[in-house]
């Protein structure tokens, strides 16, 4: 069964940098799509970015977009998340998560969909502050 476990996160000023990853045990990410999400105190769960299995496709939110880059490392079975350019709005609990590439299509903003994924991390806390 697929494992997933983040690391990276931490406190960095605003402007600052910060690259989280997300290791899987049990299985190979060559079978899944990986997106991030995070979560914020009193605010609703945000999909921040997601990279395909097969052709390695990227997405992100509008909020990040530029400013993070997700990547992934087949033979470390890690995907990464780069994250430049912090600001203060990007204080959050990030989760990795794995969709199956046998589950629903990944296209347009269908990575957003949570419940398309079936493994999550436990969170690694990220706090932007001065």
């Known amino acids: 069964q697929l494992q997933l476990v983040e690391s990276g996160g931490g406190l960095v000023q605003p402007g600052g940098s910060l690259r989280l990853s997300c290791a899987a045990s049990?299985?190979?990410?060559?079978?899944?799509?990986i997106g991030w999400f995070r979560q914020a105190p009193g605010k609703e769960d945000e999909g921040v970015s997601c990279?395909?299995?097969?052709?390695?496709?990227?997405y992100y939110a509008d909020s990040v977009k530029g400013r993070f880059t997700i990547s992934r490392d087949t033979a470390k079975n890690t995907v990464y998340l780069q994250m430049n350019s912090l600001k203060p709005e990007d204080t959050a609990v990030y989760y990795c998560?794995?969709?199956?590439?046998?589950?629903?299509?990944?296209?347009?903003?269908?990575?957003?969909?949570?419940?398309?994924?079936?493994?999550w991390g436990q969170g690694t806390q990220v706090t932007v502050s001065s």
């Open positions: 990279i395909s299995n097969d052709d390695g496709s990227t």
């Open positions: 998560a794995a969709r199956s590439a046998f589950g629903p299509p990944l296209f347009g903003s269908s990575w957003r969909v949570k419940n398309d994924y079936e493994s």
């Open positions: 049990g299985s190979s990410l060559d079978y899944y799509s």
